[in-house]
């Protein structure tokens, strides 16, 4: 399979507290990532709140720049090009947001929402062409027929995420970026937008970076699947490996965290969820980043920072006692 | 199955409006002010500056065909209110259109940029907020002839914007986190597109209201500017003039400020109206 998207040490830091007599310090919200993902892949990323997801995210579309490191567009360097190049690459990488109703603009029409991508990059279409493209993305992902002309209020959640995976597809896409797209959604809801977004993907054969901090729901979508944690990556794997093999602690703890339906199995499971809190990314701990929280941490962990080894076939981690974890 | 009609958000905006009997009412007695106000005078046999030497302060309803009475040196006082309400509108109007043209362009702009740019903006907005507004005018005024009334559009225009600005900047600010922004975006608009298809029609609920406000306050304002000396001048007459030769006579021929004054009073209450229903009617989210 061919190489959509590479990212080699990609970093994102933002300055904090900066002021006129005082150098702001750099929060590093991704700190190297190296990734590739390829045409019609599914890839999740995974961590807790706060452990620079979403920024990754961003940083791979452009919407907000990386600090250093690179993004590789189909063999382009798309991380240093100008706003005005970026645009028409834009057609090809689409995103859906968490907040299903704050990403529709709430003073269009559902139609003029999903048919703004069409306007910026399909001129050519005239109003009725852009209008019957519109009319059957809308059907495509499962809204009513009139719901072209009503405005977002009037729709629920579930049917907001619709409408915004309807922008994100009209132009068919060859990557599709979905950021916590369920996580604001009910349980059931949640389903049926996973099921959608698995039809289009069969249909379309987009790629999808799915991030999300429901292990579950990636478990379902993807077919690799990244784990960061304070923005460095702990372990790349495929789906079915990481859940059934992990080899970084971390990964065992946000494994172990999944609740199970089951009132005799769950509470002898939460012995082995991580405590603690996430440290703060401002000053993030020395070596190993997750040694503060880690229950087989030792001393050589605070010294040097591990690096993401493969150590299977296609089984990347993080981790220099990944060996023990296997065992045990 | 029927088509359902493409409808847009100032057609939807409509349709909310006429439903609303207040604001409908209330614009219908300011296009019936305004007609009787462009339109009026002509049919009067009076001119708004002729003196009738026979009948001077004389009260309304005294026989003569000086219907609403006549001013201190025998002018028609129902054509000078007339004419007065004429130049008020046009002041009131255009002083608020002009500002807040200005003022969105300028505050939206600020706030989507940012940084330095929105720093710089709005310290422009700042040192003129500074400068005593009254000094502006006065060099306008000798830079240009006196009484000119469209040095005085010029003049309470460029005063008026400075809030508006800082109203849609406030807005800006918030808006553009928002992550509608963000996925237009992504979906490659560029920075005009943004401001004018996103921003300005997000932040037109606050700036209608604030506008209905203006533009009494613009009428008002240029009444100052008349009893300084720097606005309209004699034998013109606005709103604000007329009202405050009325109050100057108030004791003994108290017509010449009602009259007027409740042409000034209908209207800014009808404007107060009409603001109501636009913000009803711009809002979907109110509904």
Same mark, same amino acid.
């Given at each position: 399979?061919?190489?959509?998207?590479?990212?080699?040490?990609?970093?994102?830091?933002?300055?904090?507290?900066?002021?006129?007599?005082?150098?702001?310090?750099?929060?590093?919200?991704?700190?190297?990532?190296?990734?590739?993902?390829?045409?019609?892949? @599914?890839?999740?990323?995974?961590?807790?709140?706060?452990?620079?997801?979403?920024?990754?995210?961003?940083?791979?579309?452009?919407?907000?720049?990386?600090?250093?490191?690179?993004?590789?567009?189909?063999?382009?360097?798309?991380?240093?090009?100008?706003?005005? &190049?970026?645009?028409?690459?834009?057609?090809?990488?689409?995103?859906?947001?968490?907040?299903?109703?704050?990403?529709?603009?709430?003073?269009?029409?559902?139609?003029?929402?999903?048919?703004?991508?069409?306007?910026?990059?399909?001129?050519?279409?005239?109003?009725?062409?852009?209008?019957?493209?519109?009319?059957?993305?809308?059907?495509?992902?499962?809204?009513?027929?009139?719901?072209?002309?009503?405005?977002?209020?009037?729709?629920?959640?579930?049917?907001?995420?619709?409408?915004?995976?309807?922008?994100?597809?009209?132009?068919?896409?060859?990557?599709?970026?979905?950021?916590?797209?369920?996580?604001?959604?009910?349980?059931?809801?949640? &389903?049926?937008?996973?099921?959608?977004?698995?039809?289009?993907?069969?249909?379309?054969?987009?790629?999808?970076?799915?991030?999300?901090?429901?292990?579950?729901?990636?478990?379902?979508?993807?077919?690799?699947?990244?784990?960061?944690?304070?923005?460095?990556?702990?372990?790349?794997?495929?789906?079915?490996?990481?859940?059934?093999?992990?080899?970084?602690?971390?990964?065992?703890?946000?494994?172990?965290?999944?609740?199970?339906?089951?009132?005799?199995?769950?509470?002898?499971?939460?012995?082995?969820?991580?405590?603690?809190?996430?440290?703060?990314?401002?000053?993030?701990?020395?070596?190993?980043?997750?040694?503060?929280?880690?229950?087989?941490?030792? @001393?050589?962990?605070?010294? &040097?920072?591990?690096?993401?080894?493969?150590?299977?076939?296609?089984?990347?981690?993080?981790?220099?006692?990944?060996?023990?974890?296997?065992?045990? | 199955?029927?088509?359902?009609?493409?409808?847009?958000?100032?057609?939807?905006?409509?349709?909310?409006?006429?439903?609303?009997?207040?604001?409908?009412?209330?614009?219908?007695?300011?296009?019936?002010?305004?007609?009787?106000?462009?339109?009026?005078?002509?049919?009067?046999?009076?001119?708004?500056?002729?003196?009738?030497?026979?009948?001077?302060?004389?009260?309304?309803?005294?026989?003569?065909?000086?219907?609403?009475?006549?001013?201190?040196?025998?002018?028609?006082?129902?054509?000078?209110?007339?004419?007065?309400?004429?130049?008020?509108?046009?002041?009131?109007?255009?002083?608020?259109?002009?500002?807040?043209?200005?003022?969105?362009?300028?505050?939206?702009?600020?706030?989507?940029?940012?940084?330095? /740019?929105?720093?710089?903006?709005?310290?422009?907005?700042?040192?003129?907020?500074?400068?005593?507004?009254?000094?502006?005018?006065? /060099?306008?005024?000798?830079?240009?002839?006196?009484?000119? /009334?469209?040095?005085?559009?010029?003049?309470?225009?460029?005063?008026?914007?400075?809030?508006?600005?800082?109203?849609?900047?406030?807005?800006?600010?918030?808006?553009?986190?928002?992550?509608?922004?963000?996925?237009?975006?992504?979906?490659?608009?560029?920075?005009?597109?943004?401001?004018?298809?996103?921003?300005?029609?997000?932040?037109?609920?606050?700036? /209608?209201?604030?506008?209905?406000?203006?533009?009494?306050?613009?009428?008002?304002?240029?009444?100052?500017?008349?009893?300084?000396?720097?606005?309209?001048?004699?034998?013109?007459?606005?709103?604000?003039?007329?009202?405050?030769?009325?109050?100057?006579?108030?004791?003994?021929?108290?017509?010449?400020?009602?009259?007027?004054?409740?042409?000034?009073?209908?209207?800014?209450?009808?404007?107060?109206?009409?603001?109501?229903?636009?913000?009803?009617?711009?809002?979907?989210?109110?509904?």
């Amino acid at each position: 399979m061919s190489i959509l998207l590479s990212l080699r040490g990609l970093k994102v830091a933002f300055p904090v507290g900066g002021s006129l007599f005082r150098a702001a310090k750099p929060l590093k919200a991704v700190d190297g990532v190296d990734l590739e993902l390829s045409a019609g892949e @599914a890839l999740g990323i995974v961590g807790e709140s706060g452990c620079g997801k979403s920024t990754l995210a961003r940083a791979i579309l452009q919407l907000i720049p990386p600090t250093s490191g690179q993004v590789v567009w189909l063999g382009r360097d798309i991380s240093a090009v100008s706003v005005n &190049a970026m645009r028409p690459l834009r057609k090809d990488m689409q995103i859906v947001f968490q907040d299903p109703l704050a990403s529709l603009d709430p003073r269009m029409t559902v139609g003029e929402i999903v048919a703004e991508p069409l306007r910026v990059h399909a001129g050519e279409l005239d109003r009725t062409q852009r209008r019957e493209r519109v009319q059957d993305m809308l059907q495509r992902v499962g809204l009513p027929a009139d719901a072209i002309n009503r405005y977002p209020h009037e729709f629920s959640g579930g049917q907001c995420q619709r409408i915004g995976i309807a922008r994100a597809m009209i132009l068919r896409p060859q990557l599709l970026v979905c950021d916590e797209p369920v996580s604001a959604l009910d349980v059931s809801i949640q &389903a049926q937008i996973v099921n959608l977004l698995q039809d289009l993907k069969r249909e379309f054969g987009m790629s999808i970076l799915f991030v999300s901090h429901n292990l579950a729901v990636v478990r379902r979508l993807c077919d690799r699947v990244l784990v960061l944690y304070l923005g460095k990556p702990m372990e790349l794997t495929s789906t079915e490996e990481l859940y059934e093999r992990p080899l970084h602690p971390y990964t065992r703890g946000l494994i172990a965290a999944v609740p199970l339906p089951d009132p005799d199995v769950q509470p002898s499971r939460l012995g082995s969820v991580l405590s603690g809190e996430l440290p703060s990314p401002l000053s993030p701990p020395s070596g190993c980043v997750f040694r503060t929280r880690c229950p087989i941490a030792e @001393a050589q962990c605070a010294r &040097a920072v591990p690096e993401l080894d493969e150590v299977r076939k296609g089984h990347h981690v993080a981790c220099v006692k990944w060996q023990s974890v296997e065992q045990g | 199955m029927t088509e359902t009609p493409v409808r847009g958000f100032w057609g939807d905006a409509w349709r909310r409006l006429r439903q609303n009997r207040a604001a409908m009412t209330a614009s219908v007695v300011i296009v019936l002010i305004s007609l009787l106000a462009f339109f009026g005078p002509a049919f009067s046999p009076h001119p708004y500056d002729a003196i009738d030497w026979d009948y001077m302060a004389v009260p309304p309803g005294g026989g003569n065909d000086h219907w609403l009475g006549t001013d201190r040196l025998g002018r028609d006082l129902y054509v000078r209110t007339l004419h007065g309400v004429q130049i008020s509108l046009q002041i009131g109007l255009l002083a608020t259109v002009v500002s807040l043209i200005i003022g969105v362009l300028w505050g939206a702009t600020a706030g989507y940029l940012g940084g330095r /740019i929105d720093g710089a903006m709005m310290r422009v907005v700042d040192i003129m907020y500074a400068l005593p507004y009254i000094f502006i005018v006065i /060099i306008l005024s000798t830079l240009f002839d006196r009484g000119n /009334i469209y040095v005085l559009f010029l003049a309470i225009g460029a005063v008026g914007w400075l809030t508006m600005a800082r109203i849609v900047r406030g807005q800006t600010l918030s808006l553009k986190r928002k992550e509608f922004i963000e996925a237009a975006l992504a979906s490659g608009v560029g920075t005009w597109g943004i401001l004018l298809r996103h921003i300005v029609p997000n932040v037109i609920g606050p700036v /209608i209201i604030y506008a209905t406000l203006t533009i009494p306050q613009m009428i008002l304002f240029e009444s100052f500017l008349s009893f300084l000396g720097l606005g309209v001048q004699e034998p013109q007459a606005s709103l604000g003039s007329l009202i405050n030769e009325g109050a100057q006579e108030m004791e003994s021929a108290v017509w010449m400020l009602i009259v007027p004054a409740g042409f000034l009073v209908t209207l800014l209450t009808c404007f107060n109206f009409l603001g109501d229903g636009l913000r009803d009617a711009l809002d979907p989210r109110d509904r």
